[in-house]
């Protein structure tokens, strides 16, 4: 079964260490066409001298061939300005990334023009980041895993009712979640580097899960509490903006049928 952290590494990875294989296996597959195709198409046309009806066969895959090359050139532009390495993280951070990475895989999402993604996935091998870490660098980095997979699924979750300080302050808690596990990623990477400095890394990445599990507990009490009616109204739900309108109307309709009452009474 897949750790925290195992989920984490295949998730962030690519981010964390700057590399996009979307836009680097694109590239790649269109040079590959270009090649065969205008190869292909090249050998059509020597020889349509001699069979006329390949010529525009020949022709034709040529000029897919050209577009081809043409594709890939925009392709491999693409994946030159990929996402840059995390700065902060140091330089043995990156190393277990890399480390972690090479050994359970890690996926990424290419966009494309239309909102239409395509899944590129890239795996060395089968193994789980606990096979490949110290004992206790695993326990300390999967526990931070497990509270930054919480927080960054809670801030996503979506329903009939958002709360607007999270919506808010969405953009803030993920840099400062963010933050805090690269931090932690760093420090980890000292112990599994260097196991004497246990004691010393552990304190502090202790100090940095709480603070990661305290932000959890925050976000889901604040998504618990019942919203008021101003929160509803802000909504851009569609369902409780009818709900709201029916009972609005039915408290004029109320209302009305009581002054009609009182009026009669009167009389």
Partial sequence: MDSSLDRFIRDRAAQLIGIRWGSRGAALGLAINALVQ????????AISSREPELLWVGAGMLAL??????GALFAKR????????????SAEGQRLVIKLASHVGWSSWAGGNGGCSQRFQWSMGRRTCSQVMHESAFELLDAAAAQYNRVSG??????????????????AIREALNDTMIGVVNQVALL???PETASAVRIQVIDDIAILAELGDRI??????????????????????????LKMDEAARSELHGGDSELRHRG
Avoid: F, H
């Fill in 78 to 89: 693409k994946m030159q300005e990929a996402t840059r390495p995390e700065t902060r993280l």
């Fill in 220 to 245: 889901e009490t604040i998504r618990a509490q019942t919203p008021s009616l101003t929160d509803r109204l802000s909504s851009s739900s569609p369902i409780l903006d009818v709900i709201e309108q």
């Fill in 65 to 70: 061939g050209i577009g081809c090359g043409i």
């Fill in 192 to 194: 599994e580097a260097s």
């Fill in 154 to 171: 809670l801030v996503q979750i979506q329903g009939a009712y958002n709360s607007p300080t999270i919506d808010k302050m969405r953009p």
């Fill in 38 to 45: 205008s190869l292909v198409g090249g050998i059509l046309l």
